[in-house]
């Protein structure tokens, strides 16, 4: 114990010093936050659908066949009521409901104005409109087909209900999962860089030749970044307040919770990286070829649903993925720890699996 609090004391100094450092730690969340929640843009395709038919007629069946056959909606199930439906809402198997009332055919045969109801996750503000547009298209060319084929028929009225992020401020959608961002990109670098500046300056010689375990050695290298990490999550929350007036909907302990167990499995893949490369450069380089990709399959500018297979089976082995859903969830819908619980379960595989190969790559007699 007091060996690791040596290795502490020397690796915060060793942080600190370093100018550039501290002034990165402050000026890198507040761009972040600043800039890419206005920069970012969405196209959206796959939206997870429900129908709910209450009517179980011809037309209504032809709807939903026109919907479906679009491309930009994907029909997850029929469900017998809209009860039943708002479930599929609050786990995220849908993302928008069509219920569609009895009598559907018979009202727009006779010319009586049917109306279509819409209850939409609006989490993400973005894809909730473009939903509302897609589908509410998709319905007046339908609507304008039956007027056409029968002269007493009359347009469908679309009711639309938007929950989680009433709004739609895509802003309300997009911070959470910038600051997720930016606790990976601090994580991720400063740990990867860590061993290998070491070897640059030939200090892990002398580290090899102590008696120190190297699950010592290693869990003084990690820990200062775990508190840099919770210090910027919140750094990075607070600016979310401030700024855009976005405060969690749920509890904040599961946001720290989490995040706790994300800094350990990324930190453990940045010095992972680190006990690998010689140089400084090429610890850059992985860590980035990393980064790049995680970010783009996280979900965090386009939605997994809409991605192809291949890459929707390739999130699964994205940590960041799973924080980003964390953020949105509790930042939005309010989700509770339990409803957490499955993801927190598939981050502490990440960890486990990271931290070990963290600790097996290291090799006190290669400095």
């Given at each position: 114990m007091k060996t690791l609090s040596f290795l502490l004391k020397k690796e915060f100094l060793q942080v600190f010093r370093n100018k550039l450092i501290g002034r990165l730690l402050v000026a890198l969340p507040l761009f972040q936050l600043t800039v890419i929640p206005w920069a970012a843009t969405f196209d959206q395709r796959n939206i997870p659908l429900s129908i709910v038919d209450n009517d179980n007629s011809s037309y209504s069946r032809k709807l939903a066949d026109k919907i479906?056959?679009?491309?930009?909606?994907?029909?997850?199930?029929?469900i017998p009521s809209h009860e039943k439906a708002l479930n599929t809402l609050e786990n995220g198997k849908s993302r928008l409901i069509l219920d569609i009332p009895a009598d559907f055919e018979k009202n727009l045969v006779n010319g009586n104005s049917p109306k279509l109801m819409l209850s939409i996750d609006a989490v993400n503000g973005q894809e909730a409109g473009l939903g509302l547009s897609y589908i509410s298209q998709i319905i007046n060319m339908f609507g304008a087909e039956i007027v056409s084929s029968n002269e007493h028929a009359v347009l469908v009225?679309?009711?639309?209900?938007?929950?989680?992020?009433?709004?739609?401020?895509?802003?309300?959608?997009?911070?959470?999962?910038?600051?997720?961002l930016l606790v990976s990109i601090i994580g991720g670098m400063l740990s990867a860089l860590n061993i290998v500046s070491e070897k640059e300056i030939g200090t892990i010689e002398q580290i090899n030749v102590t008696p120190v375990s190297k699950v010592t050695f290693i869990l003084g290298k990690l820990i200062p970044f775990w508190v840099i990490g919770i210090i910027l999550l919140s750094f990075g929350m607070l600016v979310a307040r401030i700024v855009y007036g976005i405060?969690?909907?749920?509890?904040?302990?599961?946001?720290?919770?989490?995040?706790?167990?994300?800094?350990?499995?990324?930190?453990?893949?940045?010095?992972?990286?680190?006990?690998?490369?010689?140089?400084?450069?090429?610890?850059?380089?992985?860590?980035?070829f990393f980064l790049i990709i995680f970010i783009l399959i996280s979900g965090l500018f386009t939605p997994v649903s809409?991605?192809?297979?291949?890459?929707?089976?390739?999130?699964?082995?994205?940590?960041?993925?799973?924080?980003?859903e964390v953020m949105r969830l509790v930042y939005l819908k309010g989700s509770s720890f339990t409803d957490?619980?499955?993801?927190?379960?598939?981050?502490?595989?990440?960890?486990?699996?990271l931290n070990t190969l963290a600790v097996w790559s290291y090799r006190k007699t290669n400095g």
């Amino acid at each position: 114990m007091k060996t690791l609090s040596f290795l502490l004391k020397k690796e915060f100094l060793q942080v600190f010093r370093n100018k550039l450092i501290g002034r990165l730690l402050v000026a890198l969340p507040l761009f972040q936050l600043t800039v890419i929640p206005w920069a970012a843009t969405f196209d959206q395709r796959n939206i997870p659908l429900s129908i709910v038919d209450n009517d179980n007629s011809s037309y209504s069946r032809k709807l939903a066949d026109k919907i479906t056959s679009s491309g930009f909606f994907k029909l997850m199930d029929y469900i017998p009521s809209h009860e039943k439906a708002l479930n599929t809402l609050e786990n995220g198997k849908s993302r928008l409901i069509l219920d569609i009332p009895a009598d559907f055919e018979k009202n727009l045969v006779n010319g009586n104005s049917p109306k279509l109801m819409l209850s939409i996750d609006a989490v993400n503000g973005q894809e909730a409109g473009l939903g509302l547009s897609y589908i509410s298209q998709i319905i007046n060319m339908f609507g304008a087909e039956i007027v056409s084929s029968n002269e007493h028929a009359v347009l469908v009225d679309v009711s639309p209900s938007y929950r989680f992020n009433p709004e739609m401020n895509y802003h309300n959608y997009m911070v959470p999962g910038i600051i997720v961002l930016l606790v990976s990109i601090i994580g991720g670098m400063l740990s990867a860089l860590n061993i290998v500046s070491e070897k640059e300056i030939g200090t892990i010689e002398q580290i090899n030749v102590t008696p120190v375990s190297k699950v010592t050695f290693i869990l003084g290298k990690l820990i200062p970044f775990w508190v840099i990490g919770i210090i910027l999550l919140s750094f990075g929350m607070l600016v979310a307040r401030i700024v855009y007036g976005i405060a969690p909907a749920g509890n904040i302990l599961s946001i720290y919770t989490f995040g706790f167990l994300y800094l350990l499995a990324f930190t453990g893949l940045g010095l992972m990286i680190s006990n690998f490369a010689q140089t400084q450069q090429q610890a850059m380089f992985v860590i980035l070829f990393f980064l790049i990709i995680f970010i783009l399959i996280s979900g965090l500018f386009t939605p997994v649903s809409s991605m192809p297979d291949w890459a929707q089976k390739l999130t699964l082995f994205n940590p960041i993925r799973y924080y980003v859903e964390v953020m949105r969830l509790v930042y939005l819908k309010g989700s509770s720890f339990t409803d957490i619980l499955p993801l927190i379960y598939k981050m502490l595989v990440f960890v486990t699996v990271l931290n070990t190969l963290a600790v097996w790559s290291y090799r006190k007699t290669n400095g």
